[in-house]
């Protein structure tokens, strides 16, 4: 794999962009979103060709939940989903 580059994304994260080598076929692009918690790096999502895993998770979850649990959920949690998912 090689790191293309690292941007700044809002006042605590950093997203690290880079491409993943497949024996065959084009590069996988991927960025990992890394947040200091404590002092120490931690990645915290992984974007892969567009798709934020995080996201996606939280969206799984949600889908298993009654509308008025998920509801709940979403307003407790509204700040996080306001991340951006784009490389």
Known sequence: ?????????GKQDML???????????????????????GQPKIVDIVV???????NQRRE??????PSEA???LEHNFSVSQLPTTL
């Not at 794999?1 to 994304?9: G, I, K, Q, S």
């Not at 979850?61 to 009654?66: E, G, N, P, W």
């Open 49 to 55: 060709e567009g798709v934020s895993m995080a996201l």
């Open 1 to 9: 794999f090689h790191v293309n580059d690292a941007v700044e994304r």
């Open 71 to 73: 509801n709940k959920q």
């Open 61 to 66: 979850f949600l889908s298993v939940m009654s």
């Open 16 to 38: 690290v962009r880079t491409s993943i080598d497949q024996p065959s076929g084009p590069p996988i692009m991927a960025a990992w979103r890394v947040r200091l918690v404590d």
